[in-house]
């Protein structure tokens, strides 16, 4: 049998996780921010034989339990098929 008794506070195991909490908040302000420049560059980068699918780029940010993730979205579509 195991047993298991704690005597004291969780004031550092809780100081750990807000302070990872905020550091993890300050990494999808620059995630957001690299998302806007490549949404940007994919349209500067979109041959323009009309602005719509230059235009129609987007990004969203996925945040895990272990990471973020950016992906870059076109939502225009032309005869069914995604461009």
Avoid: Q
Wanted: glycine residues 6%; hydrophobic residues 35%.
């Amino acid at each position: 049998m195991i047993k298991f008794t704690h005597g004291g506070s969780f004031n550092k195991t809780e100081t750990f996780f807000k302070r990872s909490k905020s550091i993890f908040d300050k990494y999808e302000h620059v995630l957001h921010r690299y998302g806007h420049e490549g949404v940007l560059a994919l349209a500067a980068a979109t041959p323009i034989d009309s602005a719509l699918t230059a235009s129609s780029w987007d990004y969203k940010i996925t945040k895990t339990k272990n990471s973020c993730r950016i992906t870059w979205t076109n939502s225009n579509v032309r005869s069914g098929i995604p461009i």
